[in-house]
């Protein structure tokens, strides 16, 4: 009998402890299980956050990287569009001054030479201007050697001692321009102080060729140079009708 107690005894600790150890290992089964989730919920969130980063900000940083270069490549356009026409505005600008300056070269050759050419290379003496070629004589000019003096020599007098100093290239008419130019060589300097006693400086300069007033201008040029060449002709009348046949012609109006 006592045996036999003994023995149930034993059996009923042990399957109080079995007990025990399943409820015990069911628990901390359990707490691990909510320990997983509870680390595997961030784990997923932070995946999820991953993922959307991962699918939305790329998109929209490409879509601002694709704005950003399409707004770069249009003001990439829009800076070699303006520097294209801003070498070109140049150019053009550097053309017409080109030319300009190729038209005033013309034009100041066309005047000096008509008077150089007009006057011709032969060499004339006479008591006002002494010894004379190509319009340039040695009493007027003492520093020029005028027995030497070449064609383009003469143009560059000229060039450099009346036209320039009045400055002729201002005026808008080559023909008074030309007209100008013959009454120097006859009346040196003073024949713009004449003409000026005239027509004001500043009329004469813009003064056109196809200006309706332009045959009347040129006819009261005419006769105030004439009316100079007279008076000086009282004292050299040799010279007097070489004079006037010059002026006539010069301010001839056909």
């Not at 290992?25 to 999820?48: G, K």
């Not at 005033?104 to 004339?124: A, M, N, P, Q």
Request: charged residues 25%.
């Amino acid at each position: 009998m006592g045996d036999s107690k003994k023995l149930e005894n034993i059996l009923f600790y042990a399957i109080i402890t079995g007990s025990l150890i399943i409820i015990f290992s069911i628990i901390l089964i359990f707490l691990n299980n909510e320990s997983s989730q509870a680390q595997a919920e961030p784990t997923e969130l932070a995946t999820a956050a991953l993922y959307i980063s991962s699918t939305e900000s790329p998109s929209e940083e490409t879509e601002e990287s694709v704005v950003s270069s399409k707004t770069d490549f249009e003001t990439d356009i829009q800076d070699d569009t303006s520097t294209i026409l801003e070498r070109y505005n140049q150019m053009h600008e550097e053309l017409e001054r080109i030319k300009q300056a190729l038209a005033r070269d013309r034009t100041v050759e066309y005047v000096i030479y008509s008077v150089v050419d007009y006057e011709g290379d032969e060499l004339t003496f006479d008591e006002l201007g002494g010894f004379t070629k190509y319009g340039i004589s040695s009493k007027h000019n003492p520093d020029i050697d005028v027995f030497r003096v070449t064609r383009k020599d003469a143009f560059n007098i000229l060039y450099v001692r009346y036209y320039v100093p009045n400055k002729l290239y201002e005026y808008h008419s080559v023909r008074l321009q030309v007209a100008l130019m013959h009454m120097c060589v006859l009346f040196g300097n003073k024949a713009f102080s004449i003409a000026y006693s005239i027509v004001p400086k500043s009329k004469l300069i813009i003064l056109r060729d196809s200006d309706p007033e332009f045959p009347q201008v040129i006819e009261q040029l005419r006769l105030a140079f004439r009316q100079h060449a007279k008076q000086l002709g009282i004292k050299n009348p040799r010279y007097l009708n070489g004079w006037l046949n010059r002026i006539d012609k010069v301010f001839y109006i056909g």
